[in-house]
């Protein structure tokens, strides 16, 4: 069984730092690219980050120079470092992982459970 496991989320003061980490387990053959989404209710998710195997990445506008989003290829993880923290940024943030877990298919999305992170300001 394949699930993306986050954690690092939680409150924090605006210009504040938290840093989410996502991890790829079970039965997986290779990790394609990797991203973090964010989510308000009532708002359209949006895109927040994104890194390619080979490390190549970009951000959402409004992130850019705050966030750094990485991975660690050996552990099958991402990270989302988030710097600067502003209230505007509070959302329900989500990994996605493109995984290849069959030799027949190529990747398919795999999406974490969520994580909370609240900036107060």
């Known amino acids: 069984q394949v699930q993306l496991v986050e954690s690092g989320g939680g409150l924090v003061q605006a210009g504040g730092s938290l840093r989410l980490s996502c991890a790829a387990s079970g039965s997986i053959l290779r990790v394609n690219a990797m991203c973090w989404y964010r989510q308000v209710p009532g708002k359209q998710r949006e895109l927040v980050a994104t890194?390619?195997?080979?490390?190549?990445?970009n951000y959402l506008d409004s992130v850019k120079g705050r966030f750094t989003i990485s991975r660690d290829n050996a552990k099958n993880t991402v990270y989302l470092q988030m710097n600067s923290l502003k209230p505007e940024d509070t959302a329900v943030y989500y990994c996605?992982?493109?995984?290849?877990?069959?030799?027949?298919?190529?990747?398919?999305?795999?999406w974490g459970q969520g994580t909370q992170v609240t900036v107060s300001s």
């Open positions: 996605v992982a493109a995984l290849v877990v069959n030799l027949y298919y190529s990747d398919v999305d795999y």
């Open positions: 890194i390619t195997k080979s490390g190549s990445t």
